[in-house]
T-cell receptor, first 113, second 107 residues
């Protein structure tokens, strides 16, 4: 079955370390998104990519970086410049005729200690 | 910019009906979505409205008024498994989400 795979599900890192979250999709979707969710808050857009080799900053891009070298993959790096990295990270994609909404991955919970 | 408001919490009894309101002010509009999210999990799609009116899907219905910037999600015959967060989201080139409404269903 097609879908989005995020790995790992839980991730622990020491403060000051960079960490990369994986997002892979086999839906042949063009557009991919990264969101962050904090307790009691909605999803906030970090970065998005509408086509391979192109990506744009979302509302809270500071301290994050992405790449889109392949259609299937959209990894997110949380850098040491991100002041409050502990959060639940969700990857999503959208595309295909008649598909108006997002398909979400299962998420990665990042804890920085 | 986007401004999407929904109540923080609602509580209802099993078998009852609950209506979750969502008001929005957005720079663009290409549809409104409702998602259900259980704790620690990804959101799952419930409904999509792009034209004014009511969309019904089993126990769940969603209504949209574009001129008023208003939508609601109606949950009927509540079950314990409906206890979750419900997210209102407006689409332009991306989805912008409200903070979510936590619904608690009590026996």
């Amino acid at each position: 079955d097609g879908g989005i795979t995020q790995s790992p599900k839980y991730l622990f890192r020491k403060e000051g370390q960079n960490v990369t979250l994986s997002c892979e999709q086999n839906l042949n979707h063009d557009a991919m998104y990264w969101y962050r969710q904090d307790p009691g808050q909605g999803l906030r857009l970090i970065y998005y990519s509408q086509i391979v080799n192109d990506f744009q900053k979302g509302d809270i891009a500071e301290g994050y970086s992405v790449s889109r070298e392949k259609k299937e993959s959209f990894p997110l790096t949380v850098t040491s410049a991100q002041k409050n990295p502990t959060a639940f990270y969700l990857c999503a994609s959208i595309g295909g005729q008649g598909n108006y909404g997002y398909t979400f991955g299962s998420g990665t919970r990042l804890t920085v200690v | 910019g986007q401004n999407i408001d929904q109540p923080t919490e609602m509580t209802a009894t099993e078998g009852a009906i609950v209506q979750i309101n969502c008001t929005y002010q957005t720079s663009g509009f290409n549809g409104l979505f409702w998602y259900q999210q259980h704790a620690g999990e990804a959101p799952t799609f419930l409904s999509y409205n792009v034209l004014d009116g009511l969309e019904e899907k089993g126990r769940f219905s969603s209504f949209l008024s574009r001129s008023k910037g208003y939508s609601y999600l109606l949950l009927k015959e509540l079950q314990m498994k409906d206890s979750a967060s419900y997210l209102c989201a407006v689409k332009d080139y991306k989805l912008s989400f409200g903070a979510g409404t936590t619904v608690t269903v009590r026996a």
